[in-house]
């Protein structure tokens, strides 16, 4: 219901915080219980016979049971969290309007009505009251939904005292919803997505507490139901680090973040597994009927679960709000951990297969929400052969960036037609040797394959610093958003013209790759660091190590 203003200054959105906060902690609480209640139960190893084998089923059956109670009590602490969040920015947006009006010495009434006695102000009341009225409206908005979809959660958690509702299937079929979640798996992604649709809210909701893992990175999922699925799996996973004793390790404080939103917004992640890396695809903007492109930027070598949160993640932001449309930070899939994984095209390989088949689901999005968008995916370094890759098995973008990329592709096959492809490389980038190495397994040199165009690099600031090339400029364009290389992106991705390259500098360094086998120099370390920042200090002198490239 609309509030007056003075029960809008009477909210208290804290207490949906608090209660989010309340939930989590009792799902955390069931989960701890319901596993040491199963441990204990297996170790009773000289317990045998029938009636063992009774109990056991019960306790698999509670585990599942309690499990669907954890997920559902996870998705109402993500719901009264979303909920003060919004209706806090919205409360104080409404009433920083009224004690401006106030304080410019007009009169608001308590329905949002504003008026002046003097005749000349009735315009700027106007204004106020127009602008007072929209955002009332907005927090109605807000309370209805957020209020809505409690009751409905509070629903599913009656319903859950006695087991997991039934879901009924498209041809009105009732089945369990865990039967329901297997059948899914076993379909294409297109049967998945065409059946979804056809489903009531109640019954996708209750797949996902059924099986929030399976609905969060299953292929024909849609992404609305995917972010809500991962919002559990990220949280269960935070539960799992707490439960090991690692509450303030890395990868703990990782999950937080993530569940943290950031500019206001909550964060939506299309993908996510906890491995050891972390598998994640973080959809940073969102895909609207007036959306006109869209972006996949995978980074390269070392980026993990852990690290892509800083500066790989602050990139991303960046081009979403140059190019007004979404970007996917995408890590669905292991990269090379450090320089000597890197030499092998065994990552690109295994990661390409999931990329392509990314492209199909996220086409399948736009086709839903943004007829008309054209896609663009961004491969930086190592994460370049992972796109040329996933080109040469099926993907098919509209237009595709070799930014300072070893290669396009560790297959013998060819790239599909009707894509536009450019490349991004600074003179003086170590790189330049990877990419022009015969024999090279990640692929052609992507500044001089054929239909790639090469795009300017000009200058960008490192460290208040002006570089035009060198070790730094391997990753620190992606810093700088002014920069001419990080401009480049912004008009391929937007479809105007880049700038074409300007030759300044010799592309290769003056110091000459060693000899196969040889000892290779510092600085060798850094050809495939992709730290987005790029700030790498060399030491002097350079020592060698005793490192010995494949290649």
């Known amino acids: ?91 104080e947006h409404v009433l920083r309007l009224v004690d401006a009006a106030t304080g410019a010495g007009f009169r608001v009434a308590d329905d949002g009505t504003v008026t002046h006695p003097d005749p000349g102000r009735v315009t700027a009341a106007a204004e106020f009251s127009g602008s007072i009225e929209s955002g009332l409206a907005a927090v109605d908005g807000l309370d209805e939904r957020y209020g809505s979809r409690l009751d409905g959660l509070a629903t599913d958690l009656a319903s859950l005292v006695d087991g997991q509702s039934d879901v009924t299937l498209p041809g009105d079929q009732v089945v369990d919803a865990d039967a329901a979640v297997r059948v899914l798996e076993s379909l294409t992604p297109d049967q998945v997505r065409d059946i979804l649709e056809q489903m009531a ?102 980026t993990t679960l852990d690290t892509a949160g800083g500066d790989n993640r602050r990139a991303a932001a960046q081009l979403a709000d140059q190019t007004n449309g979404p970007v996917f930070l ?86 599909p037609g009707g894509v536009e492809r450019y490349s991004l490389t600074f003179p003086g980038d170590p790189i330049h040797y990877a990419q022009s190495l015969p024999g090279n397994p990640h692929g052609s040199d992507p500044d001089s394959a054929p239909g790639v165009t090469r795009l300017d690099t000009g200058t960008v600031q490192i460290d208040e610093r002006t570089y035009d090339s060198g070790i730094k400029t391997h990753g620190g364009y992606w810093n700088d958003p002014h920069s001419t290389a990080f401009r480049n992106m912004v008009k391929v991705i937007t479809g105007q013209q880049p700038d074409p390259y300007i030759s300044r500098k010799p592309d290769v360094p003056e110091l000459p790759p060693p000899p196969l086998g040889a000892p290779a120099p510092l600085w060798w370390l850094y050809l495939f660091n992709d730290r987005a920042d790029g700030d790498v200090d060399l030491p002097g002198p350079i020592p060698d190590i005793p490192l010995k490239l494949p290649w």
């Open 330 to 415: 995408y890590l669905d899939g292991d990269l090379p951990p450090d320089l000597r994984a890197a030499t092998s095209p065994s990552f690109a390989g295994a990661m390409a297969h999931r990329l392509e088949l990314f492209g199909t689901e996220l086409d399948a999005e736009i086709a839903r929400h943004a007829p008309g968008a054209n896609t663009t995916y961004i491969g930086h370094s190592y994460g370049g052969v992972v796109v040329g890759t996933a080109e040469q098995l099926g993907l098919t973008p509209d237009r595709v960036i070799y930014a300072s990329s070893a290669g396009t592709g560790v297959h013998d096959l060819p790239h």
């Open 1 to 91: 219901m609309r509030p007056t203003i003075s029960a809008l200054r009477a909210w208290n959105p804290q207490s949906f915080a608090d209660a989010g906060s309340a939930a989590s902690t009792a799902a955390e609480s069931l989960d701890t219980g319901i596993d040491r209640a199963r441990t204990a139960f297996e170790s009773s190893d000289s317990w045998r016979g029938r009636t063992r084998a009774a109990a056991h089923d019960r306790i698999r059956q509670e585990h599942d049971h309690a499990g669907e109670v954890r997920n559902a009590l996870q998705m109402v602490a993500d719901e009264a969290s979303d909920a003060g969040t919004d209706l806090a920015y919205a409360r």
């Open 201 to 302: 809210p109640d019954d996708t909701r209750r797949l996902i507490q059924a099986n929030p893992h399976v609905l969060g990175n299953l292929p024909g999922v849609p992404f609305d139901l995917r972010i809500q699925a991962n919002e559990i799996n990220i949280r269960n996973a935070l539960v799992g680090e707490i439960q090991a004793g690692r509450s303030e390790g890395r990868r703990a404080r990782t999950l937080r973040d993530m569940l943290a939103p950031h500019a206001g917004r909550e964060r939506q992640f299309i993908t996510f597994v906890n491995t050891r890396q972390g598998r994640v695809v973080e959809m940073i903007g969102s895909l609207r009927p007036d959306t006109r492109n869209a972006t996949t930027y995978v980074p390269g070598t070392g």
